[in-house]
Nanobody, 127 residues
Framework: QLQLVDSGGGLVQPGGSLTLSCAAS????????ITWFREGPGGTREAVSS????????SLKEAVKGRFTISRDHAKNKVYLQMNSLKPEDSGVYHC????????????????????WGQGTQVTVSS
């Protein structure tokens, strides 16, 4: 009953942009730290960008710093990942994940610590 729903993925040319959305059903995202993960080989999930309950943000992948921006919209109960200057190596399945934080500044940094997961949305960067 408590769900996160990812959307916004698609096919884009190198250098283009996409905005991923994460919508909550059954709980309020303002009470959770949120992180976007990308699937890797063997079903692994690597943290990309995180936001705390208070709005502090951290890029956890050096390769996306300066290109990806995570943000919250409390009124819409959503979290976004704006992806700019996309490269083919950015391609993959992206999931949002939520963790009830221990404080306003706590961050979700490891996949096995998440309480809820979105189903994943495919991003393909190709000519």
């Amino acid at each position: 009953q408590l769900q996160l729903v990812d959307s916004g993925g698609g096919l884009v040319q190198p250098g283009g942009s996409l905005t991923l959305s994460c919508a909550a059903s059954g709980f309020i995202l303002s009470d959770y730290a949120i992180t976007w993960f990308r699937e890797g080989p063997g079903g692994t999930r690597e943290a990309v960008s995180s936001i705390s309950r208070a709005g502090a943000t951290v890029s956890l992948k050096e390769a996306v710093k300066g290109r990806f921006t995570i943000s919250r919209d409390h009124a819409k109960n959503k979290v976004y990942l704006q992806m700019n200057s996309l490269k083919p190596e950015d391609s993959g399945v992206y999931h949002c994940a939520a963790k009830y934080g221990s404080g306003d500044w706590a961050l979700l940094t490891h996949a096995d610590s998440a309480d809820y997961w979105g189903q994943g949305t495919q991003v393909t960067v190709s000519s």
